[in-house]
């Protein structure tokens, strides 16, 4: 059992992205609805200093005089998340990364180089990542909906020639029915 499904799977099962409430690291949260399920991220901005910054914060956290703010742990739950530039790209379309680098590429390589060494404790984020796996494991009706929806009808042209077909079916058959 995986308990690590990244943003384009969980999009895929009926999940929205929103920002959280607030910006604390550990404002995520993940709600299970009837018909859409959400999953709730703090706000973070890249740019060009992020890398080092973040570092510096993670070098900092491991000194054993810190109190652990559980920095490394945010990065690990969010590259965990993120796989491919789509994921970058949801992200940013939900509003949760600000995207001052460039390409989502860009974006993807700073979370992998930074997460690169990184021993975290994910048991902060343990139920989150239960109730994600418990609503992607558990197929409901409107899970199946939100993945055929996202299979088939990814684009308008998809959904334009359904319906295209569904008339001339619908057609056809008063035509049958009447002659």
């Not at 929205?16 to 399920?37: H, Q, V």
Request: proline share 3%.
């Amino acid at each position: 059992m995986s308990l690590y499904r990244n943003i384009t799977e969980l999009k895929a099962a009926g999940v929205e992205l929103k920002s959280s409430r607030t910006n604390r690291l550990s404002d995520i949260s993940f709600s299970r609805g009837r018909f859409r399920s959400k999953l709730r991220l703090p706000v973070m901005i890249m740019d060009e200093t992020t890398a080092t910054s973040t570092l510096n914060v993670i070098a900092y956290e491991m000194c054993p005089d810190f109190a652990n703010y559980g920095f490394c742990d945010h990065i690990s739950f969010l590259k965990s998340l993120i796989e491919t530039p789509d994921d970058v790209k949801a992200l940013r379309s939900a509003r949760i990364l600000v995207n001052n680098l460039g390409s989502d590429q860009d974006v993807l390589n700073l979370f992998t180089t930074i997460s690169s060494n990184l021993v975290p404790n994910m048991e902060k984020y343990a139920h989150v990542m239960f109730q994600i796996e418990k609503h992607y494991s558990h197929k409901s009706l409107p899970t199946w909906i939100a993945l055929g929806y996202n299979t088939y009808f990814s684009n308008p042209w998809s959904i334009i020639a359904f319906l295209a077909a569904l008339l001339g079916l619908v057609l056809t058959l008063i035509q049958t029915i009447y002659c």
